[in-house]
């Protein structure tokens, strides 16, 4: 077993992304671009002044629910810390802070671990913040810290790549980074773009520099600036404040009615209560994660891809958060990582070219031959492999009820359909009895989840999967990794191994509960195993099965976000479904970005990703055909 959210090896400098620092008279100092960090007159003393009092700090998020600041240059993280020591004393009853930074040259965890040493008032949460502090690689990393209501966003990329794919609306902006005269990308006019295009109606803006070109191109976009004194030898600085127009605000639900107690809806559930959002969350099983979700055992790997498109982009950068949770939540991610087997050349040379292209790197992955494939298992392998350092295997189960937290549950409580009642949605039984109605309603009921759905539903397919209990034998008890390999099968636990799984199409009835176990089902997942790993279990017969229906896409992407009608409008009615086999690794993050679309904070995921998850895809494609 490894800890997930141990620092390990950091990974390498995928881009040459490195900051070159160094210290010079206690203060950080970045060589590349020559300046330094925060001011030798104190660092948390400038950020007080620059920017908390810039931005009319803490009384601009008194009376808020929900209060959102970014940051171009997140460097040491001081003015996140200071934000945060400021947030934690005067925070608004309910309130969630969210900060969203972007950083081009990330600072590494045990070198930020010695910078911000010094600063003991902030002491407690620096801790906090390394232990949680992502690994650099590019993309977006989102960071709760849930004690305090306060979501950290890290962006990794230069600001003029990165924020054209970022969504929010910000009450109050932080320019931060080196000066304009040393790192003059982050002040171009691309990034004063957007800039303005995230700004609230409203939001306020601080910066250390009083540089002429920055102030006439902030009052170009939309911004009243003005001069402040600066600190310490800085004699000016700037503050300003959006007079762009007002767009019409997101109204967010007060309640939330949340159906289907899979991981997809305890992820969600567990997002919107861990937002101080009211949840009506109700299944209609006896018990939660009593699906494909209660497997006893489950893989929780990466699917990188060779064109760098949405699948691959998405499974990355949900692993990632998937991890970051279980480490949260206490979810032990068991086994020496997964090795996935190539046999085929074809396999060998598609491993290759996903690492030529960083694919590998940016999960933590690497090629590793037979012998070294072997010592990592444990057990002799005739194959090459993908290692999966930090991947494992979990029990689904406990990371449902982890994700809920402490969401209630309606057991047994089926919803035959969905009737808009004036301003609320009403949740309505076989028997026409209201079971419950809310300001919005997520359907996160898998394969059941279209006759839930109005606007015409989703083109959601139910697919049967099931899974052996292979007693360990002599042989395959010294297994120490999860191997894929096609299908799958996990180290022993309490002296049982589980192998999958079977992708059946047809032949079977979607509604039936429990899905039977079948003869022929063992033998699929038997068949699938390369030879040397099936022989370990030759004499073996299964000791038990599992088997349940998944969702799945045509295009074999999930499905995330609010229902439209023909029109485009939305109607308060989003889904969460069509995770297929993947919803171990997938559930987490997009309930985040469920979540944060329904109540208008930074999204977690690129736009790009959004949308590609989008239920409205499917009709926007249609009517493209039949245009064409």
Not at 38 to 50: D, I, K, M, P, Q
Not at 592 to 602: F, V
């Amino acid at each position: 077993m490894h800890e997930t959210g141990a620092p390990g090896p950091e990974a390498p400098d995928l881009e040459g992304r490195d900051p070159g620092l160094v210290i010079r008279e206690g203060v950080p100092v970045s060589t590349r671009f020559d300046d330094v960090y925060f001011s030798r007159e104190g660092g948390l003393a400038e950020t007080a002044h620059v920017f908390l009092a810039g931005v009319g700090l803490p009384e601009a998020w008194t009376g808020r629910r929900r209060f959102t600041i970014a940051e171009t240059g997140f460097g040491t993280g001081l003015n996140f810390l200071a934000t945060w020591e400021l947030w934690r004393r005067t925070r608004p009853a309910g309130g969630v802070l969210h900060y969203l930074a972007v950083e081009g040259y990330p600072i590494r965890r045990g070198t930020l671990a010695g910078i911000l040493a010094p600063f003991r008032r902030v002491g407690d949460l620096a801790a906090r913040l390394i232990a949680r502090y992502p690994l650099p690689l590019p993309g977006l990393h989102r960071i709760w810290f849930p004690e305090d209501r306060v979501c950290l966003t890290l962006a990794v990329g230069e600001a003029a790549a990165v924020l054209p794919e970022v969504d929010a609306a910000v009450d109050a902006w932080f320019l931060d980074g080196f000066a304009p005269a040393r790192n003059p990308s982050m002040w171009e006019p691309a990034v004063l773009d957007q800039v303005a295009r995230l700004a609230a109606p409203g939001c306020r803006l601080a910066t250390f520099t009083a540089a002429g070109a920055v102030r006439r191109g902030l009052e170009a976009r939309g911004f009243a600036m003005q001069r402040r004194p600066g600190f310490g030898r800085k004699r000016e600085c700037l503050a300003g404040s959006y007079r762009g127009n007002a767009a019409e605000g997101l109204r967010p639900p007060g309640r939330v009615a949340v159906v289907g107690a899979g991981i997809a809806g305890a992820a969600l559930a567990g997002a919107l209560v861990r937002r101080g959002v009211e949840v009506a969350w109700v299944e209609r099983r006896p018990a939660v994660a009593a699906e494909a979700s209660g497997n006893p055992v489950g893989v929780l790997m990466p699917r990188p891809t060779l064109d760098g498109g949405p699948a691959g982009r998405l499974s990355s950068a949900a692993f990632r958060h998937a991890l970051a949770e279980c480490a949260d939540r206490g979810i032990p991610v068991g086994g020496d990582g997964v090795l996935e087997l190539a046999g085929e050349p074809s396999v060998i040379a598609r491993h290759g070219r996903l690492a030529a292209i960083g694919a590998l790197a940016a999960v933590d992955g690497r090629i590793v031959d037979p012998a070294e494939a072997s010592r990592i298992a444990g057990v002799a392998l005739d194959r090459p492999a993908i290692w999966y350092r930090r991947a494992g295997h979990v029990s689904p189960p406990a990371l449902v009820r982890a994700l809920a937290g402490p969401a209630g549950l309606r057991p047994g409580c089926p919803v035959e359909r969905l009737d808009r009642g004036g301003p609320t949605w009403r949740l309505v039984d076989a028997g026409g009895a209201v079971v419950d109605e809310a300001d919005a309603v997520v359907v996160a009921g898998g394969a059941a989840s279209g006759a839930l759905l109005p606007f015409g539903g989703l083109p959601l397919r139910a697919v049967r999967g099931q899974l052996s209990e292979l007693p360990e034998t002599a042989l395959s008890r010294r297994l120490r990794a999860v191997l894929t390999f096609g299908g799958y099968l996990t180290p022993a636990t309490g002296g049982r191994h589980v192998a999958g799984a079977t992708y059946e199409r047809e032949g079977f009835d979607p509604d039936a509960w429990p899905q039977p176990v079948t003869a022929e089902g063992h033998e699929r997942i038997r068949s699938a195993m390369p030879p040397l790993v099936g022989a370990w279990f030759e004499a073996a017969m299964p000791a038990g099965g599992r088997a349940a229906i998944r969702a799945t896409t045509p295009d074999r992407l999930p499905i995330a976000g609010e229902l439209t009608d023909a029109g485009g409008a939305g109607a308060g009615v989003h889904a969460l479904t069509g995770l297929g086999s993947r919803g171990l690794v997938t559930a987490p993050l997009l309930a985040e970005l469920l979540a944060s679309q329904m109540l208008g904070e930074p999204l977690p995921v690129e736009r790009d990703l959004a949308a590609a998850v989008r239920p409205g895809r499917f009709r926007e494609r249609s009517a493209h055909r039949r245009a064409g």
